[in-house]
């Protein structure tokens, strides 16, 4: 499962910088599109983006079957943000990006689905994973393809903090601390509970929010990140190993 859930991270990867490729090329041909709509890529920016890339620009009539729901208020900002001046070689290169885009999100869609059926055996622990705020279904995949679910095999929380290398690396000489450095570990599984703890930090109320902004406040956020992401960890391998769900109380 390691291979398909790896592979979708290095397409999303891809997806993410196209998308961010597209929105620079807008923005230097003054098309403002991406100040006005909070997803340029959700279902109104698509069909808007479609028409734009078919002749170059949109008229009034055009914008009105592409707006949906509160956007629709907002028709005029969105046709003023569409008057910028696209070159044929712009338009060219969009029109590239774009499809590259769209066999992306096929590609991603279909190994999606395919990682669900990988994890049918597994469903039990997903549903135990889920459980826990800030974890989604891609993030129990990964934590599944990576670690497996079988505890025994750290023994322990810290070692297997260790092995994803969310532990600290602490040297002392003479009582003074020389490196606070993370130790070497699995970086696809520590990358995504990275993703989880920064989703913990964000939400005002996951459990862990608070104990984020303490810790950024003393040590930074990016040390802060890693600590609320080994916390995650540690929750993590007692929710699997005794098969129970996220309980605040007695987890944190």
Not at 26 to 49: A, C, R, T
Not at 84 to 97: A, D, I, M, P, V
Not at 170 to 183: D, I, L, P, Y
Request: net charge positive.
């Amino acid at each position: 499962m390691r291979d398909f859930t790896r592979l979708r991270k290095k397409w999303v990867g891809q997806l993410t910088s196209e998308k961010n490729r597209i929105q620079k090329v807008l923005e230097s041909s003054n098309v403002k599109l991406g100040s006005v709509l909070s997803d340029l890529f959700g279902v109104s920016g698509k069909d808007i983006l479609a028409r734009l890339l078919e002749k170059g620009y949109v008229d009034k009539d055009e914008l009105d079957q592409c707006l949906r729901g509160r956007l629709k208020t907002k028709k005029q900002a969105v046709y003023d943000s569409l008057l910028g001046t696209l070159t044929e070689h712009e338009l060219r290169l969009l029109r590239l990006l774009w499809k590259h885009v769209e066999e992306l999100e096929r590609l991603i869609e279909e190994v999606d689905q395919h990682i669900d059926r990988l994890l049918e055996p597994y469903r039990e622990e997903v549903n135990l994973l889920m459980t826990m705020p800030g974890v989604k279904k891609q993030t129990a995949a990964v934590i599944i393809a990576e670690m497996g679910t079988d505890m025994s095999v750290f023994e322990t929380p810290e070692r297997a903090a260790s092995w994803t290398g969310l532990s600290p690396g602490n040297h002392e000489s003479a009582g003074k601390r020389k490196s606070t450095r993370t130790t070497k570990g699995n970086p696809h599984l520590r990358s995504a509970l990275c993703e989880a703890a920064w989703s913990a930090a964000r939400s005002k109320t996951h459990p862990l929010s608070r104990k984020f902004w303490s810790l950024a406040a003393r040590c930074g956020k990016k040390k802060a990140l890693i600590a609320i992401a080994r916390r995650m960890l540690v929750i993590i391998f007692c929710m699997i190993s005794r098969k129970e769900p996220f309980r605040q109380p007695q987890l944190i």
